[in-house]
């Protein structure tokens, strides 16, 4: 992977955000710009987060790889070719983001939104990139689609988002258990999955869609459906995967065994 740090190292060396603020990133999430000024007091932890996590993904490991070649073969390729961006200045909770510039992609990891937490021994990025990853393997297979019902809207994302959260989810797929915590998150995702569907009402149909994938993580019901429906019939993950996201949705909804 290749780093693009300069906008951490013009926050780091103490220069003016206004050298910085006007990056296309701040403008690509798809909503409105989006910049807050970032705490000159963080740059301590900050410094010390950013070269911890360029050596980590210096030694990228991706969770769960031979399934992940399996269903992306092009991973590697994948791997080699991109571009990992160290900022800062997003908002709460933006903190690892796929954003797309003149046609190509970057991953954009905002340190201060990161968190001073990631500095413990014991968190590693490697999960986060794999997640992001898959994204953009995904969307190599299976590109975006502008215009979209607002059904075949979840169940594009639903798809993305569930590949992308479950091969992540656990270092290890093959010691992975559905325990009774998760199937009690399914059951909670899959009845806001059910209400959403049926919303005829424009605008609760927006607020729905923004919900389904932003939030705090176990209340993503699109997001967490979609995760714990692959995650639950793991066996059939490549045959999930070939079919694609139409009518994803039915078949979380239709699930009987539950």
């Given at each position: 992977m290749l780093i693009d740090d300069d906008i951490i190292i013009k926050y780091l060396s103490g220069q003016n955000p206004d050298s910085y603020k006007n990056s296309w990133i701040y403008s690509s999430v798809g909503r409105e710009y989006m910049f807050e000024i970032p705490n000159p007091s963080n740059v301590e932890w900050v410094l010390k987060l950013y070269e911890k996590l360029k050596k980590q993904i210096r030694d990228f490991k991706p969770c769960n790889y031979e399934l992940i070649k399996k269903l992306f073969p092009n991973f590697d390729d994948v791997v080699r070719d991109y571009t990992i961006m160290f900022v800062v200045g997003f908002p709460d909770p933006y903190d690892a983001m796929v954003l797309k510039h003149d046609n190509t992609e970057y991953m954009v990891f905002d340190l201060i939104q990161f968190g001073q937490d990631s500095l413990d021994e014991?968190?590693?990025?490697?999960?986060?990139?794999?997640?992001?990853?898959?994204?953009?393997?995904?969307?190599?297979?299976?590109?975006?689609?502008?215009?979209?019902?607002?059904?075949?809207?979840?169940?594009?994302?639903?798809?993305?988002?569930?590949?992308?959260?479950?091969?992540?989810?656990?270092?290890?797929?093959?010691?992975?258990?559905?325990?009774?915590?998760?199937?009690?998150?399914?059951?909670?995702?899959?009845a806001a999955l059910k209400r959403s569907v049926i919303e005829t009402d424009i605008e609760k149909q927006k607020a729905c869609r923004v919900s389904a994938d932003t939030g705090d993580y176990w209340d993503k019901f699109g997001s967490i459906s979609g995760m714990l429906y692959i995650l639950k019939n793991l066996n059939s993950i490549v045959e999930i995967y070939n079919n694609g996201w139409k009518d994803f949705s039915d078949k979380i909804i239709n699930d009987t065994d539950c």
């Amino acid at each position: 992977m290749l780093i693009d740090d300069d906008i951490i190292i013009k926050y780091l060396s103490g220069q003016n955000p206004d050298s910085y603020k006007n990056s296309w990133i701040y403008s690509s999430v798809g909503r409105e710009y989006m910049f807050e000024i970032p705490n000159p007091s963080n740059v301590e932890w900050v410094l010390k987060l950013y070269e911890k996590l360029k050596k980590q993904i210096r030694d990228f490991k991706p969770c769960n790889y031979e399934l992940i070649k399996k269903l992306f073969p092009n991973f590697d390729d994948v791997v080699r070719d991109y571009t990992i961006m160290f900022v800062v200045g997003f908002p709460d909770p933006y903190d690892a983001m796929v954003l797309k510039h003149d046609n190509t992609e970057y991953m954009v990891f905002d340190l201060i939104q990161f968190g001073q937490d990631s500095l413990d021994e014991s968190y590693s990025c490697h999960r986060v990139l794999t997640h992001e990853l898959l994204h953009i393997c995904l969307r190599k297979k299976r590109p975006e689609i502008s215009g979209l019902s607002y059904v075949n809207d979840l169940n594009y994302m639903m798809f993305d988002e569930g590949f992308a959260h479950a091969l992540s989810y656990s270092e290890n797929i093959c010691d992975f258990k559905f325990d009774d915590f998760l199937k009690d998150k399914y059951e909670r995702s899959r009845a806001a999955l059910k209400r959403s569907v049926i919303e005829t009402d424009i605008e609760k149909q927006k607020a729905c869609r923004v919900s389904a994938d932003t939030g705090d993580y176990w209340d993503k019901f699109g997001s967490i459906s979609g995760m714990l429906y692959i995650l639950k019939n793991l066996n059939s993950i490549v045959e999930i995967y070939n079919n694609g996201w139409k009518d994803f949705s039915d078949k979380i909804i239709n699930d009987t065994d539950c």
